[in-house]
């Protein structure tokens, strides 16, 4: 579909949203800077609840998915299925998306996702594993995984990091055995 004809501007609201939608969907990365440019919200959203970013994930555009961050698309949004961004990009096995996510999320957010997306769990532990040995191969090595380095609270314990709360985690499965 061709938008240059289109002056956003002088859309209405609901216009400029359904338009986001669209390009969303088609993966045009022009149209949705033009519509987000003119006003478009970042958290434009279908009748079944899935937001721009939820398409933008399920299809796999990253640029879109980070244009959308940057103009604060809400990442905790849930649709009428129960699926937030990060469990959509878990379900398309999308790697570099859940990065983005991640990255972006608070670690409230990160909390959350933790309760409602199973495979979170499992997905910064292989992280986890993945960066420690990348330190051993190279010391120098830059940490993969940024976001595993976030302040995160726990129930009944101090601030720590998602590293440590999984290396506490494994410490406890490791006594146990």
């Known amino acids: 579909m061709d938008f240059?004809?289109?002056?956003f501007k002088n859309?209405?609201?609901i216009e400029k949203d359904n338009y986001l939608l669209?390009?969303?969907r088609q993966g045009s990365l022009i149209g949705v800077n033009a519509l987000l440019q003119a006003g478009a919200s970042s958290n434009?959203?279908?009748?079944?609840?899935?937001?721009v970013l939820m398409m933008s994930?399920?299809?796999?555009?990253?640029?879109?998915t980070a244009r959308l961050i940057n103009a604060n698309a809400k990442l905790d949004s849930v649709d009428?299925?129960?699926r937030t961004a990060l469990k959509i990009a878990f379900q398309k096995n999308h790697e570099m998306i859940i990065f983005q996510l991640l990255e972006a999320m608070t670690?409230?957010?990160i909390s959350f996702e933790l309760q409602v997306t199973p495979s979170l769990d499992t997905f910064i532990e292989k992280m986890n594993a993945k960066?420690?040995?990348e330190k051993e191969i190279s010391p120098s090595a830059n940490t993969y995984v940024p976001f595993l380095n976030k302040p995160i609270e726990q129930k009944g314990s101090k601030n720590s990091s998602l590293k440590d709360m999984f290396s506490a985690k494994k410490s406890k499965v490791s006594a146990k055995t």
């Open 80 to 82: 009428k299925f129960g």
């Open 22 to 24: 669209i390009c969303t």
């Open 57 to 64: 994930v399920y299809n796999g555009y990253s640029e879109i």
């Open 11 to 13: 859309l209405t609201q």
């Open 4 to 7: 240059s004809n289109i002056d």
């Open 44 to 51: 434009a959203s279908n009748d079944q609840g899935q937001t």
């Open 131 to 133: 960066n420690a040995n």
């Open 107 to 109: 670690a409230e957010q």
